[in-house]
C-alpha cells in the first residue's frame, strides 16, 4: 500500500521533530536541499519542496551566504504602550518599518501592526489615514535617515553620483521601498521630492532643456530602483522556496547542462566554461560597474 504521506512531507516532519528534541536549534543551519536530496534518496526538487513547507509555516529561514537555518521565535514583538495615548505616528512608522524590514510590505497589515505595538488596530487610525498612507510616511521615514549633504559638491556629475549612492543605501537597508514608487505614478512623498530637487538644482547650470532634465533625473533614479528591485525579487524567492540563491543554482544545474549540451549556444557555452564555478553574482559590485558607465554616457548628452 502506497505511503500516504508525501516524501517532501516526511522530510519537513523529520526536521520539526529535531528542532522540537533541541538537535537543530534556532539560528543553526538545516540541511542544504543537496545534502536532503542524498539523505532521502529524493529528486532536488522534492528537497527543495520540503523546506519551503517549512519556510511557509515559519519553522526555518534562509540567510543569506549561509543557508536555511532553524527560524527564532515568531511570537509576535509586542510593544504595549502604557496607555493609547502614547501612541505617535512616528512609533507607529516605526513598528510597521521593522515588520517590512523582517518580513516583506506584502505581510505589513494594520492589523499585526496593532498586534506588534499592543494596542487596538483602530487606534491607528487617529494617526495614520491607512495602509497607503502609513506606506509614504514609512518610506519618508527611511529616506530621511538617508540624508543628503547640506552642501552639493561641484558639477552636476558629483551631485547626482551622491544621490544614486545615497539612493543605494536606502534600498540596502530597507529592500521593500524599491517596489513602492513608479516611474509613471510617482508618490507625492516630500522625501522623494527632496531628491528631485537635488537633481534640478545639480542640473540647473548645464544647457539641457527641461524635458531632457527630468529625463536624465529619472534614468538615473530608475536605474538604482531597477537594481534595488532584485533585492527584494530575492528576499520573497528564499522566503517562498526555502533555498538561497546558491542552492537554487543548484538546483537548477541539471537543465543549465542540458541547455549547453544542446549545442545551439556555444558563444553561452564557452562563457559558462570560463566563468567556472567561481562566479558570485554580486549586486553591489554590478551596482558599482553600471554606475560609472552610466554616468559617462550623461555626461555625453550633458557636456
Known sequence: MADPVPPHARIAADIKRRIADGRLRPGERV?????????????LATAAKALTL?????????????????AESRTPKL???????????????????????????????MRGLATRLGVATMSL????????????????????????????????RAAMEIAARTQWAVYRAHPWVAGTTSLTRPMPSPALLEHAEWAMRALAGTSLDPVTKMHV???????????AANLELE???RAHTGMTA????DAQ????????????HPAFTRLIEELGDDFDLDLDLLFEFGLTPLLDGLEKVIG
Open 31 to 43: 540541511p542544504s536541499t543537496r545534502q536532503l536530496a542524498r539523505d532521502w534518496n529524493v529528486a
Open 54 to 70: 517549512l519556510a511557509r509555516k515559519g519553522v526555518v529561514v534562509a540567510e543569506p551566504r549561509v543557508g536555511t537555518v532553524v
Open 79 to 109: 510593544r504595549p504602550a502604557s496607555h493609547e495615548h502614547d501612541l505617535t505616528r512616528e512609533r507607529i512608522v516605526r513598528a510597521a518599518v521593522e515588520i517590512a524590514d523582517e518580513d516583506g510590505l506584502e505581510e505589513l497589515t
Open 125 to 156: 487610525y487617529r494617526h495614520v489615514g491607512g495602509k497607503d498612507d502609513l506606506v509614504m510616511l514609512m518610506v519618508g521615514a527611511v529616506i530621511g535617515d538617508f540624508p543628503l549633504p547640506q552642501e552639493a559638491p561641484e558639477g552636476w
Open 217 to 227: 533625473h529619472t534614468l538615473l533614479f530608475s536605474y538604482v530602483q531597477g537594481m
Open 235 to 237: 528576499r520573497r524567492a
Open 246 to 249: 546558491d542552492e537554487w543554482m
Open 253 to 264: 544545474y541539471p537543465a543549465l547542462l542540458g541547455l549547453t549540451a544542446s549545442g545551439r
